[in-house]
Nanobody, 124 residues
Framework: QLQVVQSGGGLVQPGGSLRLSCVAS????????IGWFRQVPGKEREGVSC????????IYSDSVKGRYSISRDDAKNTVYLQMNNLKLNDTAVYYC?????????????????WGQGTQVTVSS
């Protein structure tokens, strides 16, 4: 069974950068779509970015477009989220989800496996 472990995150000043990693074990990520979501207290988890299993589809939310970049290294069974020019309202717990259907979706329910979440705090 696929297991997903996240790393990265932390505290950064506005304008700074961070990279999140989503590493899979127990199965290969080749055919899975990987979505990155974020959540702040009292709000629903929102989609940030997604890359399909085929790598053909890459999606960004309007709030991060031009600042975030998603990529995958199937040889390392890892998907990355590079976050640049971070803003105060990027502060959230970030989650990666894996969907065996292989297609990107904005819906949390479309993802079958989730990482443990990692805190990203943007503060001066």
């Amino acid at each position: 069974q696929l297991q997903v472990v996240q790393s990265g995150g932390g505290l950064v000043q506005p304008g700074g950068s961070l990279r999140l990693s989503c590493v899979a074990s127990g199965a290969t990520l080749d055919d899975y779509a990987i979505g990155w979501f974020r959540q702040v207290p009292g709000k629903e988890r929102e989609g940030v970015s997604c890359i399909s299993g085929s790598k053909i589809t890459i999606i960004y939310s309007d709030s991060v477009k031009g600042r975030y970049s998603i990529s995958r290294d199937d040889a390392k069974n890892t998907v990355y989220l590079q976050m640049n020019n971070l803003k105060l309202n990027d502060t959230a717990v970030y989650y990666c989800g894996a969907s065996w259907l292989g297609h990107c979706s904005e819906f949390v329910s479309s993802y079958d496996y989730w990482g443990q979440g990692t805190q990203v705090t943007v503060s001066s």
